[in-house]
């Protein structure tokens, strides 16, 4: 309405679901939806071509590794790069230890991130990158 820009679409179910007493060394590659509650450490790529790939990390979970998926919800702890080529969504208790790429960014009062906010800026005709715009929150000590 009004010229606001559709946000984009979330995968609507989740196919994988990592419980919370689940504890799994090494890297996961998913397509569809992918919900941890649990805790990784490796990275979390997604295979889907389309698109249209969906990780939900809940309060109780953590990633330690870099993760590359279309669209992502964060709402535990994260140690490592992420890489949200569509939406980001950073809920209260989200902790990012790592530099953010995004397409789309939503953050909630109480989500903190130690590292640089990068935002990556697609052309609709093509997929490719067109630029990237660096956003700094909070001054590190050697930007001091």
């Known amino acids: 309405m009004f010229g606001r820009k559709k946000k984009n679409h979330l995968h609507s179910h989740i196919d994988t679901l990592i419980g919370v007493n689940t504890h799994i060394e090494g890297n996961i590659t998913f397509s569809g939806g992918l919900r941890v509650d649990g805790h990784i450490t490796g990275n979390v790529i997604t295979t889907d071509n389309t698109h249209n790939s969906t990780l939900v990390l809940s309060d109780e979970g953590s990633i330690e590794g870099e993760i590359r998926v279309t669209n992502i919800i964060i709402n535990g702890t994260v140690i490592g790069p992420i890489h949200a080529h569509g939406y980001l969504e950073l809920q209260a208790k989200a902790k990012v230890?790592?530099?953010?790429?995004?397409?789309?960014?939503?953050?909630?009062?109480?989500?903190?991130?130690?590292?640089?906010?990068?935002?990556?800026?697609?052309?609709e005709s093509d997929d490719k990158q067109k630029s990237e715009k660096l956003i700094t929150l909070i001054p590190s000590a050697s930007d001091k």
């Open 97 to 123: 230890y790592g530099d953010v790429h995004y397409g789309s960014l939503e953050i909630q009062l109480g989500a903190s991130v130690e590292g640089k906010m990068i935002h990556q800026i697609k052309l």
